[in-house]
């Protein structure tokens, strides 16, 4: 089972990964034990996780992620530190350059042994016995000195467009937030709405308790057979067979809660992080969530685009019920006490086409930005793979 040339520089030799390194998961540590300060960072299979009081391993070591769609990814770690369960700890048992090995095996696409689609995960006993090319003791820091210095500008560019995707999602954000809450004319009369969420709005505009905006819609599917919908806290109310995840599936979906195109869709249990928004077609959710029926005076995509900014789910959060944000549930009890603004009809429907025109404008922005990542992290793949088989000449590369 190879993952690199057969054909390697003279020089070079093929040995086993489990000769360079001793495999092991790390250890499970309870959540709440993770901290955002600390003595000893932990590392899970996707790095750095925060900080707890013990450790379980001191030294510089290389983590490979052992579970998830991200399984196989390459992290290090130095002195003393927890690695959880999900990592898997690769102990040194010969002499070998750290980074060298480490982005050796980043280039391999560890995950490509990944053993199932239902939970991605990577068994030790595989990745011990793949063949790893290696290079004599000088040549392994002279590629890793190479590395650090073709790859450096690449990072920091990486960084700098990465940058500019957070401000063009905070302002995406900002822009919806402004547009939903004070409308499209800002010199319009105001007043004070009593709503410290709200603030001011136009004078014009109506407040009303989400009560006698929202009727709970309660239908349940006899066969199961509509087309399932989930909600996200990133994209709101799409199709399942859209999403690229994971999820646990019932057996049979019968009993399921039907839901309109244009209702109000909630995840009860995740309201807090705002999984919420108003479903574009008909279908089915789960029995945990919240479906309602939003009276005429409301455009359905202004409610969509109302519901899902921060300020609001903060607000809705203030009356759910539990403890702790991983036990909050946001009951219809709950929804009904909030307020929330009432334009005109007329007016919501301009809201709407004014934030599809401005949000398109920096969608496209931002797509142009990760295509340009992407390219970015492709060629930094390509010069690491080009390093670590011998491809590159490293004294010409040096030079």
């Known amino acids: 089972m190879n993952s690199q040339p057969l054909n390697v520089p003279a020089g070079w030799r093929r040995i086993k990964l489990k000769y360079l390194v001793a495999l092991k998961s790390g250890d499970a540590i309870p959540g709440e034990e993770i901290k955002e300060l600390g003595e000893y960072p932990v590392y899970g299979g996707n790095g750095f996780r925060g900080y707890t009081s013990s450790f379980t391993h001191e030294g510089e070591r290389i983590l490979i992620g052992r579970q998830g769609a991200l399984c196989g990814n390459i992290n290090y770690a130095k002195g003393r530190f927890w690695a959880t369960e999900h990592a898997i700890v690769a102990t040194p048992v010969a002499e070998f350059d750290t980074a060298w090995l480490g982005e050796t095996l980043r280039a391999m696409n560890l995950n490509q ?199 609001f789910v903060e607000e809705i959060t203030r009356y759910s019920k539990g403890v702790w944000s991983s036990r909050l549930r946001l009951y219809p009890e709950g929804l009904y006490e909030a307020w929330l603004p009432v334009p005109p009809l007329d007016e919501q429907q301009a809201i709407v086409k004014y934030v599809q025109t401005e949000t398109q404008k920096l969608d496209a922005l931002a797509g142009a930005t990760e295509r340009t990542i992407a390219l970015l992290q492709e060629r930094r793949s390509a010069l690491i793979s080009a390093a670590v088989t011998g491809q590159i000449a490293i004294g010409e590369a040096s030079a």
């Open 113 to 311: 042994y990944s053993q199932s689609a239902a939970q991605p995960g990577i068994a030790v006993e595989v990745i011990e016995n793949l063949d790893i090319a290696v290079p004599p003791a000088n040549e392994q820091r002279q590629i890793a000195s190479l590395l650090r210095r073709i790859t450096l500008p690449i990072d920091a560019l990486v960084e700098e467009k990465q940058r500019l995707l957070h401000l063009l999602a905070e302002k995406r954000r900002a822009v919806i937030a402004d547009l939903v809450t004070k409308g499209l004319d800002k010199d319009a009369p105001r007043r004070d709405s009593g709503i410290p969420w709200l603030g001011e709005i136009s004078e014009h505009w109506r407040i009303e308790r989400a009560k006698w905006l929202f009727t709970e819609r309660d239908d349940r599917s006899d066969s199961g057979d509509e087309v399932l919908l989930t909600v996200s806290h990133l994209t709101g109310v799409t199709s399942r067979a859209e999403k690229d995840v994971n999820m646990f599936m019932a057996e049979s979906l019968e009993g399921y809660k039907r839901c309109q195109a244009g209702d109000l869709v909630i995840n009860t249990l995740w309201a807090w992080m705002g999984a919420m928004g108003v479903a574009r077609q008909s279908g089915i959710v789960s029995p945990a969530y919240n479906v309602y029926q939003p009276v005429a005076e409301l455009n359905p995509e202004y409610v969509d685009l109302l519901v899902r900014t921060p300020r």
